[in-house]
């Protein structure tokens, strides 16, 4: 089967985040600017610097000024905002989180944390309106903190925005609310997301070694999701499942927009995950996300139909199903050939909303699902122009997100198979190519 996997990369758009009523950004409200001032704790330098002794040129502190000031929920939509955007301006990052990002990030947890002390004596189950308002900022907080660790990434602040929000449910015990829940649940997972990435990362180091090759048990347990991340993965989808449910008994509760931010999460997890190795788990997380996106979308049609980076997610989520109930089979009875066709579907979709340069993400997943499309097509003239597609799809995102090495690999073996070699499948290995260029020979006489 001619499905090759994708590498992992997190998508730069988010999904519908917490409830915002506001039809305009907080950057519209607020403009906000960064200068520079003598010192700094990072050393950074300009591209023309060749003074050895430079202590860092280039970029001082960022400073915020705001026309008016803003809250500390402004704040941190502010800062989602320069994540998604993925804004490289104020030279310098900490990890993947751009200094105008970390700038805006902080000064939300200072504001949220100015606000805590001062709403500290406030009970917050006692069904009072004000009891409901410090709820929701005491929510914003947990988030913020989690998507710093997030966006850093950082072990230790993903501890602490899941320990906030198990303070918060606590603190709400016998009147639960549904958004503490899935804050709590995108916290479990972002953790075992960031279990992932260490072990991940961990293998790297030793493929690096050249005087030593991984064993094979180190491979193992590189791939493998270990006791400690299974518990913290079963433990969000645990706390989606509730937190859902009691949203979505509130007809005015934002349940649509939390059940996508829930699959959100977990599709960025189970694209992190190795699906033959995993496949268990991988099936529960993928099976809850497509649930989540189909409620959201009978709640609120609008708010899947037209977004392409929910359309996104959504076609990734049935891409990696297809790949996980794939039986080998080129008939109708294999139930992968219905998930890919309505991942295309959803993936074109996404890909016309998006701007003329588009999204790599999208991009590399919709040449994946063509890709796979063609293992399931007996029409030759259609599995060659489904073949064509997938190689100018991936081609694109390579364009857009070059220092994808896994994607470069595959674009190039699939390239070369345009000339009748073979190419890597999911798994890496070589394939035969499935497609024959037609040559003349010569006849000897």
């Known amino acids: 089967m001619a499905d090759v996997a994708s590498s992992t990369h997190k998508r730069k758009a988010s999904s519908p985040e917490a409830p915002n009523t506001s039809s305009s950004s907080s950057s519209d409200k607020h403009d906000s600017k960064k200068a520079r001032k003598e010192t700094t704790s990072e050393k950074q330098h300009a591209e023309d610097c060749e003074d050895p002794d430079c202590e860092g040129c280039a ?31 104020g030279a310098g990052a900490v990890g993947s989180l751009s200094r105008m990002a970390k700038a805006l990030f902080d000064k939300a947890i200072e504001e949220f944390e100015i606000l805590e002390k001062a709403e500290a004596h406030i009970e917050l189950n006692d069904g009072t309106e004000v009891a409901g308002k410090v709820l929701e900022t005491r929510v914003q907080h947990a988030a913020c903190v ?48 960031d279990q992932r990435g260490k072990a991940m990362k961990a293998m790297m180091v030793l493929a690096e070694d050249e005087e030593e090759e991984p064993s094979e048990e180190q491979r193992d347990a590189a791939v493998l999701v270990g006791k ?69 979308q009978q709640v609120n049609a609008d708010l899947v139909d037209s977004n392409a980076d929910v359309l996104s ?42 701007d003329e340069d588009g999204d790599a993400k999208t991009l590399e997943a919709l040449g994946q699902a063509y890709l796979m499309s063609t293992g399931f097509i007996v029409d030759e003239d259609v599995m060659m122009e489904r073949f064509d597609a997938a190689t100018e799809k991936l081609s694109r995102a390579l364009d857009l997100d070059p220092s994808n090495e896994a994607l470069r690999e595959q674009v190039e073996a699939l390239q070369g198979d345009e000339d009748g070699e073979g190419f890597a499948d999911e798994d890496g290995d070589e394939e035969e190519g499935d497609f024959e260029v037609d040559e003349e020979e010569d006849e000897e006489e």
């Open 313 to 354: 997610i959504y076609g990734s989520c049935l891409h990696s199903k297809a790949r996980l109930v794939d039986n080998q089979s080129q008939s109708e009875d294999n139930p992968a050939k219905a998930y890919v066709e309505k991942a295309i579907e959803l993936l074109v979709k996404a890909e016309e909303l998006q």
């Open 59 to 89: 970029e001082g502190e960022i400073v915020l000024q705001f026309d008016s000031k803003p809250s500390a929920v402004e704040l941190f939509q502010m800062a989602r905002e320069e994540v998604s955007k993925g804004s490289s301006e």
């Open 228 to 296: 400690a991340e299974l518990e913290l993965a079963n433990q969000g989808l645990a706390s989606f499942d509730k937190g859902l449910k009691l949203l979505k008994a509130k007809p005015e509760s934002a349940f649509a927009q939390e059940s996508i931010r829930a699959a959100q999460e977990l599709e960025e997890y189970g694209i992190s995950m190795d699906l033959k190795v995993n496949h268990e788990l991988a099936v529960r997380v993928f099976d809850r996300a497509i649930q989540h996106l189909e409620d959201a």
């Open 146 to 193: 989690v998507a710093v660790g997030n966006a850093v990434p950082s072990t230790e602040m993903l501890q602490e925005g899941t320990r906030m929000f198990e303070e918060l449910l606590r603190k709400t015990k016998g009147s639960e609310n549904g958004n503490v829940l899935v804050g709590l649940g995108i916290a479990q997972i972002s953790q075992a997301r």
